[in-house]
């Protein structure tokens, strides 16, 4: 059995013609489940009974549920129980722009970032397709609201599930699914080179955003394992061709570690190394972890190592804090949920 959450509109569609109906059929149970968001079959009420029958037989309509949540200013964490009893964990962020939803791509993570609470607990597996896009529809459901934005930067490594992650950005992009424009899409990776060459290839719309965190390969090596598989050089590279490619700008993600990635020399590299890019920078200030020995920067690190970046010509901006309160950081919530904590 199928999940039907797990299908693109242009796998309904085949899958239709392939039970000898009408295409259109697709886009009505798009319609059901994500304009009415009915969850049974029998709800339906245009489909005919027979047509129902066979999608009952060949499908289900799966569900995951919400286990606990934390609330804090503007922002409130799930965590969602999957059907295999495993857990994962979504973050709802409310801008004035609207609300944003960081959702995970997987169960933990196998990238082995030292800062990072979701690296601790080793990938038991993949997010299923249908797993991600139910991440939006519970949290829309329980709290009746309309989410506007999506980043793809909760737990997991979006780029070593690839192919779930890029029909989860369909289905959602999809106007006749919950159409939330490419733009209001982010994909965030570590920097798999290849899945990046892929991403080119493939055309994807979305906005991309990439996890730095360091100026050079020394730093990256010590907090960052996939830099040793793909170096900084290689990843810069491989987004310039992005760049060249798409025409659209690349978000760097840099995390302010005290005393690691901080100094105004880092600043000075790191405006070296993106010199002429169409690029961004968004400063990150760490989210401590009992866990993990790493600190956050101090304010006035922070604010000089934007002032250095800004001199130099680099578009750059902190992010908001959200969350610190409510185990926010990537993978938090979950570890100290199955941990007892
Ligand atoms: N694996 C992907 C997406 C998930 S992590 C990636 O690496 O981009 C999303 C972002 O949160 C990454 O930039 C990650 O480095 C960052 N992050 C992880 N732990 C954090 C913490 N404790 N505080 C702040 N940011 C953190």
Redesign the pocket.
């Known amino acids: 059995m199928k999940n039907i959450y797990d299908y693109t509109l242009e796998e309904l569609e085949e899958y239709f013609l392939s039970i000898n109906e009408k295409k259109f059929k697709a886009t009505q149970i798009f319609e059901w489940l994500y304009k009415k968001r009915v969850n049974s079959f029998d709800s339906m009420s245009n489909i005919k009974k027979e047509t129902l029958d066979i999608l009952k037989k060949d499908f289900i309509i799966n569900d995951i549920s919400i286990v606990t949540y934390k609330e804090g200013k503007d922002v409130i964490k799930f965590l969602f129980r999957l059907n295999d009893n495993q857990s994962v964990e979504a973050v709802l962020m409310k801008h004035d722009y609207g609300n944003s939803l960081c959702v995970s791509?997987q169960v933990g993570?196998n990238?082995g970032?030292k800062?990072?609470?979701?690296g601790r607990l080793k990938k038991v597996r993949n997010l299923q397709t249908y797993e991600m896009v139910l991440q939006i529809l519970k949290i829309e459901e329980v709290l009746n609201i309309r989410i506007s934005h999506v980043v793809?930067?909760?737990?997991?490594?979006?780029f070593d599930n690839y192919d779930n992650v890029i029909k989860f950005i369909k289905i959602i992009n999809s106007g006749k699914g919950i159409d939330i424009g490419a733009r209001h899409i982010t994909v965030?990776?570590?920097g798999i080179v290849p899945k990046i060459k892929e991403f080119i290839k493939d055309g994807n719309q979305v906005n991309l955003?990439?996890?730095l965190?360091a100026p050079n390969n020394e730093i990256r090596n010590k907090i960052m394992n996939i830099n040793k598989a793909y170096d900084i050089n290689l990843l810069i590279d491989t987004l310039k061709e992005y760049i060249s490619k798409t025409n659209r700008r690349v978000t760097f993600?840099y995390?302010m570690l005290d005393g690691v990635n901080d100094s105004v020399s880092c600043a000075l590299e790191l405006a070296k190394l993106l010199k002429g890019m169409n690029c961004y920078v968004n400063l990150?200030?760490?989210?401590?972890?009992s866990h993990?020995e790493f600190k956050k920067s101090s304010d006035e690190h922070i604010r000089l190592f934007l002032d250095t970046l800004k001199k130099n010509h680099i578009n750059v901006t902190i992010r908001k804090e959200f969350g610190g309160n409510v185990d926010a950081?990537?993978?938090?919530l979950r570890a100290n949920y199955e941990e007892g904590i």
């Open positions: 791509t993570c990238m970032c800062f990072c609470e979701s793809l930067m909760g737990i997991g490594e979006p965030s990776t570590c955003a990439i996890s965190h993600e995390i990150i200030p760490y989210n401590e972890t993990i950081a990537c993978g938090q």
